[in-house]
């Protein structure tokens, strides 16, 4: 008897709403387009996502890493309920989050990925998915973590999230933080900002392809002075400089 190993190892997705496009208007005045892709375009973000992999400062290295794994194992149908949010400026990406549904109470919040610095478009992205748990997915808690101290402050301090250091988050089995709706509602207007309708000129350039970043996050450009003025305490400058 032949078996459809395929059929067996393949995630299906529980059928969920989708997120409606939304615009931000960011500090300078340039609109960004926070908008769900289906897997059709995880191929566009990979490369961007790759770019950053040993980029060790404020820990993009670790989540990049990280994204790439859970991206990858989406589009190849290995990851359960994931979904993923872009945001775009002018078509060209500034930000990647992404998250997990686990059951009709419960979110789980994966990562944010910033590709343009200094203008918070990493905490507008990581706003429109908890507004997409909580008034599209109706859910009554998102789990969290932070990988870096950066991300501490955006999320734990700035939304004031309540511990749930009971429960092992799946980012790594670190201890979880949770946003309720309580503190979701308390965010509102200051935190989740942004409109709907997005115009149609700014979905439909957003819509006609992922841009690259204009201005990613870049290593040194000399590795080894790097590694003097680091003290390389991981190494990786050296192991870089190498490849
Ligand atoms: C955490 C993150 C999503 C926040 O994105 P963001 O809201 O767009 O914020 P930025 O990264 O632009 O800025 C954060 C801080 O870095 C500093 N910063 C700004 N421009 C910078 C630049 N070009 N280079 C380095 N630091 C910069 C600012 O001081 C800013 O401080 P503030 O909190 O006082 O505003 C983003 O930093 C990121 O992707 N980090 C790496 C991955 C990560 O840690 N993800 C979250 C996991 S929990």
Wanted: aromatic share 8%.
């Amino acid at each position: 008897m032949s078996v459809d190993v395929e059929k067996i190892l393949r995630t299906v997705d529980t059928p969920l709403p989708s997120f409606p496009p939304k615009v931000i208007t960011l500090a300078g005045g340039e609109p960004m387009v926070v908008r769900q892709i289906d897997r059709d375009e995880i191929p566009d973000l990979l490369p961007h996502v790759e770019a950053l992999i040993h980029h060790e400062r404020d820990f993009y290295d670790v989540v990049s890493a990280r994204v790439y794994s859970e991206l990858l194992a989406h589009y190849r149908n290995r990851y359960q309920d994931q979904y993923v949010l872009v945001a775009q400026i002018d078509g060209h990406l500034s930000a990647i989050v992404n998250g997990r549904w686990v059951n009709p109470d419960q979110g789980m919040s994966l990562h944010t990925l910033g590709l343009r610095r200094g203008l918070r478009v990493g905490a507008h992205a990581f706003a429109s998915k908890m507004e997409y748990h909580f008034d599209f997915l109706k859910q009554k808690e998102v789990l969290i973590v932070a990988e870096s101290p950066i991300g501490f402050r955006r999320w734990m301090i700035e939304y004031k999230l309540e511990k749930r250091f009971q429960i092992p988050h799946e980012l790594g089995g670190c201890p979880s933080w949770s946003l309720t709706k309580e503190l979701f509602d308390a965010a509102r207007g200051s935190l989740i900002v942004g409109s709907r309708p997005v115009p149609a000129d700014l979905l439909k350039k957003a819509e006609a392809g992922i841009l690259e970043p204009t201005d990613p996050p870049k290593p040194p450009a000399d590795f080894l002075a790097a590694t003097r003025s680091q003290y390389d305490s991981t190494g990786k400058s050296r192991i870089a400089e190498k490849r």
